[in-house]
């Protein structure tokens, strides 16, 4: 017999219990205020390719939704990304903070110095949508059910402990804050309507550990590279690369 | 003015020179004995997932080539790897290692607990081939270039330090190092002849350190998670998981 609505619920819940990066010891050193300039610079740099690369991971998604209803209801997170007319998009918004933390944004932009461990994982996202069941792309993207927790924590634990965070540069954060509830709310009801056999209930919540993966393992590089002992690999960004001419001189 | 084949050539091995994965403390660990039996098995574990994938890596390029002799240079790969009536292969080889480190080889065969950040490496080497150009495809497999010399140091080094190395638990490096240097003479020649604009120059010098990050990053992956201060991610193998069962008693 298939598991319950509420028990599926419970069991994709628990992966983000178990296996979220908010448990990552990256993120305890970041929001405690344990981080360098030169380490909060590299999360920037390296988490402006995921971002950089999930609105063509939703453009990946659309691209085989035959229902213009799903896809009218997917867009708005390619908008809340790139931006509209009257907003700047996340994007944008990534960026300044990049400014903020003294990198150069068109550095930060052009990808260069992104470490390879971090854009094999985020591809491997892209393609993972591109190339599964709608089902498991869709439930890929639960892990915004465990992003409002940390992005308040995030918020105030930048507001605290470094002199760069303001409203203009956590600007990406605040407005994830409101973004995401509603995306989130559509995916978890629209996985938990079609996953209606144990089988897919199953792929659902591996779709799920897959994204927990994807976004652990950005972190491990981060810290690998970045923490001592750090060992940064060839190609991967180096202090003082990319920064903003103010900060150079 | 496309610069000469031999000025080419020696673009190319400066890649390898200057980012091969011989150079990643790891290997220095490994094969100066530095490696505790469970950092062994660890590398034994996840380096089996790019074994298993190269053959389709393999396959794919084949699946994508139009002239029949380039197929038929290019079958004797999987064939090395997969075996024929005469030749166990080096899949089998490979678990002959993971049994004589004292794994259970139809753990090993599983892929289970091989790293994230390894499947991702991997993974993102078998869609390059798949997608790019034949071109780019063959300069990806040149790291081949380096690797006489790593096995040779290798086997040299695995034999004086550790008890379970002996002719059949590394008689997977004693064979690459028979194969390889057939396929790379093939493989580089090709390169030299096809890359005959700076253009296609640039794009193999880019996908062979492409090749070389790939190398990179499993390693670091390994690094990070099983040597001090070791942080082994969600899903990784636990030591002590997929013991044989005289190991485990």
């Not at 691209?63 to 509209?84: A, K």
């Not at 079609?194 to 919540?205: G, L, Y």
Request: charged content about 25%.
């Amino acid at each position: 017999m298939t598991p319950s609505r509420d028990a599926f619920e419970a069991r994709l819940r628990q992966i983000g219990a178990d296996r979220y990066h908010d448990r990552h010891p990256f993120h305890t050193l970041l929001h405690g205020g344990g981080c360098t300039p030169d380490q909060v610079r590299a999360w920037v740099i390296n988490r402006y390719y995921y971002q950089h690369s999930i609105p063509m991971k939703d453009a990946a998604f659309m691209s085989r939704v035959e229902d213009p209803g799903l896809r009218r209801r997917w867009r708005s997170r390619i908008e809340d990304h790139d931006g509209t007319d009257t907003n700047e998009g996340g994007i944008r918004r990534w960026l300044r903070l990049a400014e903020a933390v003294g990198l150069d944004p068109d550095y930060v932009a052009s990808t260069r110095g992104v470490l390879p461990a971090t854009k094999f994982a985020v591809d491997a996202y892209v393609r993972f949508v591109r190339e599964k069941t709608l089902l498991e792309a869709v439930a890929a993207s639960l892990t915004e059910l465990f992003a409002p927790k940390i992005h308040k924590d995030r918020i105030a634990g930048l507001l605290q402990n470094y002199d760069f965070a303001d409203d203009s540069s956590l600007s990406y954060f605040q407005n994830r804050l409101k973004e995401a509830p509603k995306d989130v709310a559509f995916g978890l009801g629209w996985v938990l309507d079609h996953a209606d056999t144990q089988e897919k209930q199953d792929a659902a919540a591996a779709a799920l550990v897959f994204k927990t993966d994807v976004l652990w393992s950005q972190l491990d590089a981060l810290h690998a590279a970045y923490v001592e002992p750090a060992r940064i690999p060839p190609g991967g960004w180096q202090p003082g690369e990319g920064l903003l001419n103010r900060q150079a001189a």
